[in-house]
């Protein structure tokens, strides 16, 4: 998984015909990538972070990642450790709902689908065949085979996900991985489907300007050191493999914005300041998000990669977690 920004694609067919039109066809949602925010009650809560745990559990397998590519001189080796948290390009994955009203289902649905006409992005959720708002239904093992499970309405916490392929581990794969409760705006509903997607916030890219006060935002959000420092350092990750757009940008979607400006070392000086949530795609997202699902790449050419990285590294001594990701390509 990876720093960057997002973008989302809607099949074009599937957004030309009405809702009931839609219910006879089968419903497709393509997805461009980036990270996630937590908030509460209603909406993203006012600094609009994600749920600490799932960072918590995406960012050592990335640092685990970054010191594989390090010793891996091979590209397609580096290839395969880069992407692990990222799916396939030219990928359908399954999605579905837990929880929520038919109503609540379809603004999610459709939030996604103004987003995502015209991206040009090479993955897709399909919502499926004649219901395109449907259940998550467990498997005989207890488990959701979907990819994309989504929790809504009343009884679901807004706003957060699991960072791209985490979500389908078998730890997690008994519960949902993207939550979207309450009442939402389109814009928390983009940013958490990027997560889902594989990427973390604009400000932990590894060339991020961002001079954070840790102290500080402990004091403002009630939050513990090591919460802190996981959230809001630099990913120390080699850009020659990670790279999913160039730069930093304050008005990316996936950007954090700040409650105070104190948050920062620099204030309202800043290059990082932003005092309020991005609520459109800007062109680094958009380029982000090519950058990792490129209509370029295709499934055969994902599999012959992964083929030959697979002849050539070793597992042996990668953690279980990651290594489950890895062994799952």
């Not at 509460?40 to 559990?57: K, L, V």
């Not at 990913?235 to 020659?240: A, F, G, S, V």
Request: net charge neutral; aromatic share 10%.
């Amino acid at each position: 998984m990876l720093p960057n920004s997002f973008n989302l694609a809607y099949n074009t067919y599937a957004f030309k015909t009405t809702v009931g039109e839609r219910m006879r066809n089968s419903a497709f949602l393509a997805l461009g990538i980036t990270l996630a925010m937590v908030g509460i009650a209603d909406a993203h809560n006012e600094w609009g972070t994600f749920n600490p745990e799932f960072n918590d559990e995406a960012a050592p397998l990335l640092a685990e990642v970054a010191k594989l590519n390090d010793a891996a001189p091979d590209e397609d080796a580096r290839y395969f450790y880069s992407r692990a948290l990222l799916w396939k390009p030219g990928q359908t994955l399954k999605g579905c709902f837990i929880g929520g009203t038919p109503a609540e289902r379809k603004f999610i649905f459709d939030s996604a689908a103004k987003l995502l006409n015209g991206a040009r992005i090479n993955i897709i959720i399909d919502f499926q065949s004649l219901n395109p708002f449907p259940d998550c239904r467990k498997d005989a093992r207890g488990l959701y085979p979907e990819e994309i499970r989504i929790a809504a309405g009343t009884g679901a916490p807004c706003c957060s996900a699991h960072i791209g392929r985490n979500g389908v581990k078998k730890a997690n794969s008994d519960k949902a991985n993207v939550f979207l409760g309450g009442r939402l705006e389109d814009w928390q509903v983009w940013h958490e489907l990027i997560h889902a997607l594989g990427f973390f916030h604009e400000h932990q890219k590894p060339g991020a300007p961002c001079r954070f006060d840790y102290v500080e935002i402990q004091r403002l959000w009630g939050w513990d050191a090591t919460k802190v420092k996981t959230n809001f350092d630099r990913l120390n990750n080699d850009e020659r493999d990670f790279r999913l757009s160039g730069g930093f940008d304050v008005k990316s979607i996936m950007d954090y914005y700040q409650s105070s400006p104190t948050m920062l070392v620099d204030g309202t000086r800043s290059p990082c300041y932003n005092p309020a949530p991005a609520k459109t795609l800007t062109t680094t997202d958009l380029e982000g998000l090519r950058l990792a699902y490129p209509m370029s790449a295709s499934p055969a050419s994902h599999a012959e990669r992964v083929t030959r990285a697979r002849a050539i590294v070793d597992l042996a001594g990668v953690s279980p977690g990651l290594r489950e990701l890895l062994e799952s390509e």
